[in-house]
C-alpha cells in the first residue's frame, strides 16, 4: 500500500537536546512538508521540499531542521533552539501543484 | 497576502441532518485550488473535496457538497446524511500563486450528536 509513514507516533525529549522527527513516503511525489499543530492554530508550515536537495522554509522554520537526500525521505530535526516544541507534527507530500497532499499519521513531541 | 476565514469555531448537528460550515478566502491569483480537509479523533488529515477554481461546477463527493462563489471568494461545505463518523475538525484551504504552499483555515470543530 502506498502512503506515507511517520515514526515514532510520541515522542518524549528533555529540553536541551536535539530530536529528529522520521518521514517516509513511497509515493513516488516530489514535494513534501512539514506541518506543526497546535490547539486553536490550524497548521503551520514549517518547511517544503520541492525536489531532492532542495528545501524552502515555511512560516515557522527557526529552530527546525530538515534535509532532503532521498526522494522518499523528509527528516526534521527539531533543535534545542526551539523555545516551545511540544505539539503535533504532520509530514505530508504531493505530486503536482494543486494536488491534494497526502498526510502521514503524526508524530506527538513533548519536551519533559 | 492570502488568507483563508472560517468564521464557525465549533458547530453540532443531529445524525441525518444537514449542516453547512463557511469558509472564504482572499487571493489576488486567477487560477488556484480550494480543499477541505477532515481530520477526526485520530489526527489523521483527509481530504474531504477538492475545487478547481476555473470550473464554475461545484465539486460532490458522496454526501459532501461544496457552494464554490468564485467573486464572493466563498467555499461553503455542505454535509448532507450526517453520520456520526463526521465527527472531526474541517480545515478549509487554498493553494494558489506559483507555489506550493497551502494556505489553512484555523478549522470549524463539528460534532454530530445522536
Known sequence: DGGITQSPKYLFRKEGQNVTLSCEQNLNHDAMYWYRQDPGQGLRLIYYSQIVNDFQKGDIAEGYSVSREKKESFPLTVTSAQKNPTAFYLCASNDRWGDEQFFGPGTRLTVL | ?114
Request: aromatic share 12%; proline share 4%.
Open chain 2, 1 to 114: 497576502a492570502q488568507t483563508v476565514t472560517q468564521s464557525q469555531p465549533e458547530m453540532s448537528v443531529q445524525e441525518a441532518e444537514t449542516v453547512t460550515l463557511s469558509c472564504t478566502y482572499d487571493t489576488s491569483e486567477s487560477n488556484y485550488y480550494l480543499f477541505w480537509y477532515k481530520q477526526p479523533p485520530s489526527r489523521q488529515m483527509i481530504l474531504v473535496i477538492r475545487q478547481e477554481a476555473y470550473k464554475q461546477q461545484n465539486a460532490t463527493e458522496n454526501r459532501f457538497s461544496v457552494n464554490f462563489q468564485k467573486a464572493a471568494k466563498s467555499f461553503s461545505l455542505k454535509i448532507s446524511d450526517s453520520q456520526l463518523g463526521d465527527t472531526a475538525m474541517y480545515f478549509c484551504a487554498v493553494n494558489a500563486g506559483n507555489n506550493r504552499k497551502l494556505i489553512w483555515g484555523l478549522g470549524t470543530s463539528l460534532g454530530v450528536n445522536p
